[in-house]
Structures are given as structure tokens and as C-alpha cells.
């Protein structure tokens, strides 16, 4: 003989992820509505070429910024051995003295 039938917690299902999916869109949405009022407000503050020049660096600096992660893993990692090595001794991060 089976049980009596599990009850479905509420908020799950399709008609949750649609519910959840609705405001998600509403929030992206309202996201877009105050950036473009922010752009619009601060490009009359400093001014269209100002502006047009902000924009123009923000592009570089946004372009350049992956490049500048390059081997900084590497880097950090071989300082931060050095640090270790000549803060307690050069076999303190496991490494034989050469």
C-alpha cells in the first residue's frame, strides 16, 4: 500500500522560475532605465566632448584591462615566496636552499 501523496513545496516549479525570471527582467530593465538617465544627466554636467572623451578612455581602460592580468598569478606567487623565504628562512615554503 503507498502513502499518502508528497505535497509540492510552494515556489518551485515552472511557474516559479517564470515568476523568477519576470523580476530578474524587471530588475534589468530598471537597470537600463537609470543608466540612461545617468548618462544623459552627467553628459550635460561635463559637458558632450568631455563626455565623448570620458567614454573614449573608459574604452581603452576597459580593452587594456585583461591584458594587465598576464601573469599575475605567476608573479604574486614568486613574491610572495621571496617574502616567505626571507621573512623565516628559505626552506620556511618547502624549497631546498641552492
Given at each position: 500500500?503507498?502513502?499518502?501523496p508528497?505535497e509540492?513545496q510552494?515556489?518551485?516549479?515552472?511557474?516559479?522560475?517564470?515568476?523568477?525570471?519576470?523580476?530578474?527582467?524587471l530588475?534589468?530593465?530598471?537597470?537600463?532605465?537609470?543608466?540612461?538617465?545617468?548618462?544623459?544627466?552627467?553628459?550635460?554636467?561635463?559637458g558632450?566632448?568631455?563626455?565623448?572623451?570620458?567614454?573614449?578612455?573608459?574604452?581603452?581602460y576597459?580593452?587594456?584591462?585583461?591584458?594587465?592580468?598576464?601573469?599575475?598569478?605567476?608573479?604574486?606567487?614568486?613574491e610572495?615566496?621571496?617574502?616567505?623565504?626571507?621573512?623565516?628562512?628559505?626552506?620556511?615554503?618547502?624549497?631546498?636552499?641552492?
Amino acid at each position: 500500500m503507498m502513502g499518502a501523496p508528497q505535497e509540492r513545496q510552494p515556489g518551485t516549479g515552472i511557474r516559479s522560475a517564470l515568476r523568477n525570471g519576470f523580476f530578474q527582467s524587471l530588475t534589468n530593465l530598471y537597470y537600463v532605465f537609470v543608466r540612461g538617465i545617468y548618462i544623459l544627466v552627467f553628459a550635460q554636467i561635463i559637458g558632450i566632448e568631455l563626455y565623448g572623451y570620458y567614454v573614449y578612455s573608459q574604452n581603452w581602460y576597459v580593452l587594456i584591462l585583461p591584458l594587465a592580468a598576464w601573469g599575475m598569478n605567476e608573479l604574486l606567487m614568486a613574491e610572495y615566496i621571496r617574502f616567505v623565504d626571507d621573512f623565516n628562512g628559505p626552506t620556511a615554503s618547502g624549497r631546498q636552499p641552492v
